[in-house]
């Protein structure tokens, strides 16, 4: 070997190493890629995705399509320069400061824990739009989200328990739990009447001060939105966080409610967020969700009124937008775009 290819050689050793080192060494930035995609009226696990008990169901046709978005990066996982160099190439990815999607102290358990209880919340609020929308009978009533594992309802309090009552005074929301056990005293004793399954019973907790503010009595507990009716809506889906499948939930139940067959047998697919009274609202990760949805086959796509500057520049080819912003418009417009006859609103 020559006197000068030796430190050649050496340089493209170096070269390498720090190409191999640069592109495994962690980088804040979160990737976001096309996830997996279900149909809310098929099966996840060998189980139905929705079930329905209490009312007449009928049999459905096609396929309603909810999207999700994996995550590289954050929190709960490690992007490497690797990752983000894909990320900017692959126009189905996107890349995104961590510090813009999370707080620079919140941890992994800290964002799965939202994540589920978003998605908990989500099923519930799918639930009772669908019923409402249908005029079926469903009552809102407070339950317990989350319960913190060192707080003073640990033990006492379980994720599911309907709150009734705190010290007899009826409360349907988390605003007026909070306006109730605001009006103590840290170290007072508070007793919640709660339901838990078909039982009711009573709770006596110690609050203790507020991590934020020394003078403000907490019970330690995530309060959530839920529903009673005699209409049974169960929604099989695990490992599947967030809240953005909510619209789909709403769809896919109404469908099984209902003798119209809303997909009239195509492949749709969509997304969005749903409150109670049946609003739709914008999600994140548009632009996989569209990735996603044209992969699985997908002709028709549902999008939040919202998301649409975000979307057009990236709509895949043959994917057909449908603009929504509640219950009411998602329906009017599927049966547009289903049909084939008129014009469906859309994004533009």
Known sequence: ??????????????????LLVGVSVPVSYVVLRPGPV???LGTTDGK??????????????????L????????PRSRATLSDVLRGWIDPGQSVVPTKLLYPPDETADQVQQQSTQDMSDSKDAAAVAALRHLGLPVTIVLKV???????PSSGKLKPGDVIRTVDGVAVASGDALRAEIGKRKPDDKVVLGITRGTKDS????????????????????????GYTSPVTVTIQL?????????????????????????????HIAGTGTMNPSGEVGPIGGIRQKMAAAKADGATIFLIPADNCAEALPAVPAGLRLVKVSSV???LAGLAIAVSGQGSAPTCS
């Open 1 to 18: 070997m020559s006197k000068r290819s030796t430190p050649q050689l050496l340089a493209a050793v170096l070269i390498a190493v720090g």
């Open 145 to 151: 989200g989350a319960v913190a594992t060192d707080g």
């Open 202 to 225: 009573v709770v006596a907790i110690t609050t203790t001060a507020g991590k934020d503010d020394p003078k403000r009595p907490v019970i330690g507990i995530t309060p959530a939105q």
């Open 328 to 330: 009411g418009t998602a």
């Open 238 to 266: 695990d490992d599947v966080g967030g809240p953005s499948a909510g619209l789909m939930f709403t769809l896919g139940i109404i469908d099984k409610l209902t003798l119209v067959q809303e997909t009239g047998g195509l």
């Open 48 to 65: 139905q995705l929705i079930t329905v008990s209490g009312a007449t169901t009928f049999p459905t046709t096609g396929q309603l399509d």
């Open 38 to 40: 279900f149909d809310v």
């Open 67 to 74: 999207l999700t978005v994996n995550e590289v990066g954050g």
